[in-house]
Every structure is written in C-alpha cells, then in structure tokens.
C-alpha cells in the first residue's frame, strides 16, 4: 500500500513522472513551521470542542513539536511522493504516533490549510518588511540630518532644474518607502484573516470553533465565506503589488547613485567595501548593488504579473493551479528583503561630495526661474517674465555666459525692471531660501519635514 492520505479510491500507484510533476514540497517546506503551529491549534480546538478527546491532542501536540524539531535538526526526510509539506507533516505523525495521528486530519483539508499557512507566513513577513523599512527610513533621516544645508542641482528630465537642499532630495526617499510602508500595513488587514474550517470548500459538519482557532493563532478576523476562503489569493496579489512598488522606488533610488557615482556627476563615493571591481579593467569601481537592485525590480514586476495571470479565470473553488502561488510569493519574498538588507547596509556607506553637488547648482541656468519670479514680483505677468528671461538665456548661451555673469546694462536690455538686487536673487542659496511653500525645499520647511519625520519614527525624544 503506498503512503499517500487519498489513496483509497486508487488501484494503481501514481507514476513516478506524475509524483515530480505534481510536488510543490521543494518550494513550500519553508511553511514547515507555520503548518505545524495551525495544527497545533486546530488539534487543541478539536479537543475543547469534544471532537477529539484531550489525551489524544496532548499527544498529537507533542508528537507535532517532536517534528517541528526534527526539520530544524536537519533530520527530516522530504520526497516528492509525498506531495507537499502538510501531508510530509500528517504522514511524519502517523508514522510516529499511529492511529490516533489520524484524526488531525478532522474538520479540515488541504485548501484551507495551506491558505491558513500562507496567510500566517505572510503576515510575519510583512512584518519583517515594515521594520526594515523603517530601518531604512531612520537611514535617510539620519543623512538628512547629516547633510541638511547643503545643496544640489534638482533635475527635470534629468537637466538642471532648480536648486534643492540635498536633504529635500533624500527625504522625498523618505516619503515614498513611508506609503509603502502603509501599503504593506494595510494589507496586513486583509492577510489576517483565518480561513481554519472552511474545510474543502463548503464547511465542515463537525462542531468547531473557528473563532477560538483565530484566537489561538492571533488572527483579528475569521473569514466569512468558505468557498472564498480557500479558493482566493488576493491577499498574495496585494503584497506582491506593494512588493512591486516598493521595488520601484527602490529602482529610482538606485538608479540615482549609479548616476551620481559617475565620474560625469560625481556626487557620491560608495565605500570600497559596497562595490566591486572589474575581472579586465582595473581602474573600475562598479556600484553593482543598485544595479542589482534595479535589475531585480523586474522579476518582483514578473512575479506580480505571474500571480495575476494564474488566478485570471479560476472557477471557483480550489484548483490546483493555485499551487503555483507559492514561486513568485517566495521569490518575491526573497528579492524583496534581500534589496532591503543591503540598502541598509550600504546607505550609511555613501559619502555624499558635497562641493561636487554644490558645484552644479552654479552653471545650466538654474537660477532662470528665479529670475522670471522676480520680474513677475515687480510686476511683469509671469508668462512676459519668462519670454524676457529665455530670451535673456539665449544672449547668455550666445556669450558661454550664465545669467548672473551678465553685466547689470546687459540684463537691463531685457527689462528694465532689473535693478542691481537681482545678483543676490538670483543666488543658489536665495533661490532655495524663497522656496518657503509646504513641502517645499527652504531650509526652515526641510527641517519641519524632518522632524516631522523623527516623531513618526519615534526618535524625538
Ligand atoms: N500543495 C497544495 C497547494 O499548494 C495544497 C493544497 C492541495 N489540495 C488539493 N486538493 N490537492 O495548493
């Protein structure tokens, strides 16, 4: 007789080709752990519920710990004709305890454990990633502290913009890693939910107390509908989809010291120890993190995409199709807290050059703007003020002059509302000091931001 739990209805043993097609136990043994707790669990509501009898749980709940530390011992053997890890779990326990193993097994099945599993790995994993995130923040606060005058060229279609604090400019990291934060916060609200009971798909006839279950597990809510319980992943969707977002903002961010590590910008050294080199050419030094990390964002894209095109057009209720969740789940997982890990580790690595990002705040025109707005504040409508300042440009650019190269009479050319104040207007610090809108880069708002920022962190104290 083989040792799988369905085999009653068979006469022949599955072939060994179908065996390696169909397991999923090399992927989803990392819920070892998550699988054995929901059993736990499940076997003491059995008991209290009179389905099963309290002598038999103690022992089922022993002989469960007992394999829990024989997977964590390395002594556990897995194989594929034994499909995944709760039937390695359930036929691990009959094997040891015998008959009375059996009777884990009641009120349950396969479609609402593994959905129990999932949601309980995932909520522990949100919160490892709202922590590192908040790791990372505390490391952009702290360079925002760090750096917080200084100042840079802000681009636009990376050209010289305007300029910024560079404190502004890292504290905009800020901001994005502080939605997805929220955004893996508020999934947390829909992955705890325990679906425990939902059985295959209709519901049990067994008396149980799936609301003593969620207490016992800590899930806030029980599920309401059995056939949505085991047969949705939205909840994996939404976290691969904040997973993605993250990732996207990690990619700009990355994208950003690969440029500023350049030799044409030149804006930061990251540390000998955060970098590698070159197998032919051996002057190079390659931020090969962020180009990493901004590599990977496509297969965190990809894992997204897979996980939305397996649940498209699923009949109710499982398939098994659904196992297939589980790949781009953990490899998401997996890329995601890894990129996390190493941003926390290198940020603080990066030496910032501060007279390098000073240094372009002082050709490319980026004080034009300033100039309009000071014509505007003398009276010029806005739009006559930036056709005076292009054209104005365009007698600079002639002369491989900047702006406020130009001589006062030059300047007066194009306006004579131009009196011998505009130099000082038109100074980088001026330009950032004036910028006193909300959220804008002065000096003074860049500091509210970050204190702002110290209290949601909770290090104002
Ligand atoms: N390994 C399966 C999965 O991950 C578990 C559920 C199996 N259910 C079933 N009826 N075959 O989806």
């Known amino acids: 007789m083989s040792e799988k739990p369905w085999d009653g209805r068979f006469q022949e043993?599955?072939?060994?080709?179908?065996?390696?097609?169909?397991?999923?136990?090399?992927?989803?043994?990392?819920?070892?752990?998550?699988?054995?707790?929901?059993?736990i669990a499940h076997c003491r509501m059995l008991a209290k519920q009179g389905i099963i009898r309290e002598d038999e749980a103690d022992t089922m709940v022993r002989g469960l710990e007992k394999i829990k530390s024989d997977i964590e011992s390395g002594c556990f053997e897995y194989k594929d004709s034994l499909e995944d890890i709760h039937m390695h779990i359930e036929s691990a326990?009959?094997?040891?305890?015998g008959e009375v193993a059996k009777k884990l097994h009641t009120a349950r099945s396969r479609n609402d454990q593994v959905a129990l599993d999932i949601r309980m790995y995932l909520k522990e994993v949100s919160l490892d990633v709202i922590q590192a995130l908040t790791e990372l923040q505390k490391i952009l606060v702290g360079l925002a502290q760090t750096y917080q005058d200084r100042v840079m060229a802000g681009y636009t279609h990376l050209q010289r913009a305007q300029p910024v604090l560079l404190s502004h400019h890292l504290m905009a990291?800020?901001?994005m890693f502080k939605r997805d934060k929220e955004r893996f916060e508020d999934g947390l609200k829909r992955i705890d939910v325990m679906?425990?009971?939902?059985?295959?798909?209709?519901?049990?006839?067994?008396?149980?107390d799936r609301h003593d279950t969620a207490r016992q597990l800590g899930f806030s809510k029980v599920s309401a509908n059995s056939m949505d319980s085991v047969s949705d992943r939205d909840f994996i969707i939404e976290f691969l989809s904040a997973a993605s977002i993250c990732m996207m903002h990690f990619s700009r961010l990355s994208e950003e010291l690969i440029l500023w590590s350049s030799s044409e910008f030149g804006f930061i050294v990251i540390s000998d120890a955060f970098t590698t080199g070159s197998s032919i050419m051996p002057?190079?030094?390659?931020?090969?993190?962020?180009?990493l990390v901004r590599g990977k964002t496509g297969r965190v894209y990809g894992n997204l995409?897979?996980?939305l095109t397996l649940m498209k057009s699923l009949p109710m209720a499982y398939n098994r199709d659904m196992q297939e969740d589980k790949p781009p789940l953990f490899d998401t997982v997996d890329t995601l807290v890894?990129?996390?890990?190493?941003?926390?580790?290198?940020?603080?690595?990066?030496t910032f050059n501060e007279k390098k990002m000073a240094s372009a705040t002082e050709t490319g025109f980026i004080n034009a703007t300033d100039l309009a707005d000071y014509?505007?504040?003398r009276g010029l409508p806005f739009r006559d003020a930036h056709s005076v300042v292009g054209r104005a440009v365009a007698f600079a650019l002639d002369r491989k002059k900047e702006l406020h190269d130009l001589s006062l009479d030059e300047l007066k050319e194009f306006s004579p509302l131009i009196k011998d104040d505009v130099f000082a207007y038109l100074t980088t610090q001026g330009i950032i000091d004036r910028r006193m809108s909300y959220g804008g880069t002065a000096s003074p708002c860049v500091r509210d931001a970050i204190s702002a920022a110290l209290k949601e962190l909770n290090l104002d104290g």
């Open 13 to 39: 043993g599955t072939d060994k080709a179908v065996e390696v097609f169909t397991s999923s136990i090399f992927v989803d043994k990392r819920l070892y752990k998550h699988d054995i707790i929901g059993s």
């Open 305 to 307: 995409m897979a996980a």
């Open 195 to 208: 679906p425990l009971g939902s059985a295959a798909l209709a519901g049990t006839t067994y008396p149980i």
């Open 173 to 175: 990291y800020y901001e």
């Open 375 to 377: 014509l505007a504040s």
């Open 338 to 350: 890894a990129c996390l890990d190493i941003y926390i580790r290198m940020m603080p690595n990066i």
């Open 93 to 97: 326990l009959t094997h040891d305890l």
């Open 283 to 291: 002057q190079k030094k390659n931020p090969d993190i962020p180009e």
